[in-house]
């Protein structure tokens, strides 16, 4: 997949058949609509072509809402749109200009001029334009004298991508995992730096990698002990670098080692009464020094909920258990 983050760079695409949306998540009611979008590519022998903006449009022309938090980070939704085999990614910087031309501009001067676009695949309730005003039957008024095809995503479609959306974004809040990663199709993963905390793992005999989220709308599980796989990346410097309008592979932002397996910790560690919420990842036969570093983890399944121990032999006993009960998640016991 080839990535550009200028539209004044953009090679002249072949019959492009696009579509425009944010795709948060990619979950698999987007992999539906991408499905359409390559099948209609194929059948017209064009490319697809996929439009997104950054930062997300919520955040520009809402500016009184409270923070809200994505499924992917623009980095995460670059990988897993090349995941799906869309030949061409464009990453349009959404700003307040941006968002105040006219839907006629919107379509001339940006779509039109632009894109060049065969075939637009959009759904009925796509909107776009100054106050949002421009829709469906305005691309298609265009469509008929600007010999462009417009195709409509069905309304089931769209609808069900709504609420999957938010019923995944809350499911990862509740802690309901596995419903979660059902719904997206993949494991929900996040990445942050290894950075140090108090080595209160390391007396307990659970050292365990204390995490950095770089992303402050990222979203992160709520509170609770989960099983999870990791991914150890290079330094922070090395990797999450924006390319400019080159052509991406998968590898560019993956972590670079063997998939390792461990358990998770979110919350304010009530047992030592530390009001601060941290992410704690316990990594099984695992013992290097990875301060410094990224470490993307995937998380598998919730176990319990944080609690307040009698002691810390007591927190020692539990954790304990819950490493017995993450290696029975993966088939494993303590002596494997």
């Keep these: 997949m080839k990535v550009y983050y200028s539209t004044d760079d953009m090679p002249a695409f072949n019959r492009a058949v696009l579509t425009i949306g944010t795709f948060d998540?990619?979950?698999?009611?987007?992999?539906?609509?991408?499905?359409?979008?390559?099948?209609?590519?194929?059948?017209?022998?064009?490319?697809?072509?996929?439009?997104?903006?950054?930062?997300?449009?919520?955040?520009?022309?809402?500016?009184?809402?409270?923070?809200?938090?994505?499924?992917?980070?623009?980095?995460?939704?670059i990988e897993l749109l090349d995941k799906n085999g869309i030949d061409h990614l464009v990453v349009v910087p959404f700003t307040a200009a941006f968002a105040q031309q006219t839907p006629e501009a919107y379509i001339e001067h940006f779509l039109i001029e632009k894109f060049h676009p065969h075939t637009i695949i959009i759904g009925y309730d796509h909107r776009f334009g100054q106050g949002r005003t421009g829709n469906y039957k305005l691309l298609e008024a265009y469509s008929d004298r600007s010999g462009f095809r417009l195709m409509e995503i069905p309304p089931h479609v769209?609808?069900?991508?709504?609420?999957?959306?938010?019923?995944?974004?809350?499911?990862?809040?509740?802690?309901?995992?596995?419903?979660?990663?059902?719904?997206?199709?993949?494991?929900?993963?996040?990445?942050?730096?290894?950075?140090?905390?108090?080595?209160?793992?390391?007396?307990?005999?659970?050292?365990?990698?204390?995490?950095?989220?770089?992303?402050?709308?990222?979203?992160?599980?709520?509170?609770?002990?989960?099983?999870?796989?990791?991914?150890?990346?290079?330094?922070?410097?090395?990797?999450?670098?924006?390319?400019?309008?080159?052509?991406?592979?998968?590898?560019?932002?993956?972590?670079?080692?063997?998939?390792?397996?461990?358990?998770?910790?979110?919350?304010?560690?009530?047992?030592?009464?530390?009001?601060?919420?941290?992410?704690?990842?316990?990594?099984?036969?695992?013992?290097?020094?990875?301060?410094g570093r990224t470490l993307r983890v995937y998380v598998k399944k919730y176990l319990r909920p944080e609690e307040k121990f009698d002691g810390l032999e007591a927190l020692k006993v539990q954790l304990a258990k819950d490493k017995e009960d993450s290696l029975r998640y993966f088939g494993l016991n303590s002596s494997s």
């Design 158 to 291: 769209i609808d069900e991508n709504t609420v999957s959306s938010t019923r995944i974004r809350q499911a990862i809040l509740d802690g309901r995992i596995e419903p979660a990663n059902t719904l997206l199709g993949y494991d929900f993963f996040f990445e942050g730096t290894v950075v140090e905390g108090n080595k209160l793992g390391r007396v307990l005999g659970y050292p365990t990698a204390n995490l950095r989220m770089e992303n402050e709308e990222k979203l992160v599980p709520g509170n609770g002990i989960y099983v999870v796989e990791a991914e150890l990346g290079g330094q922070k410097s090395e990797v999450g670098s924006q390319k400019s309008n080159l052509e991406f592979q998968t590898s560019d932002l993956r972590p670079q080692i063997s998939v390792l397996r461990g358990m998770m910790s979110i919350g304010i560690r009530p047992t030592i009464t530390d009001n601060r919420r941290t992410i704690e990842v316990n990594l099984f036969d695992f013992n290097a020094d990875i301060y």
């Design 25 to 77: 998540g990619v979950h698999l009611g987007h992999q539906q609509i991408l499905e359409q979008l390559k099948q209609e590519a194929a059948r017209i022998a064009g490319e697809t072509v996929i439009i997104t903006f950054h930062p997300h449009p919520r955040k520009v022309v809402s500016g009184t809402q409270p923070a809200f938090h994505l499924l992917n980070t623009i980095e995460e939704r």
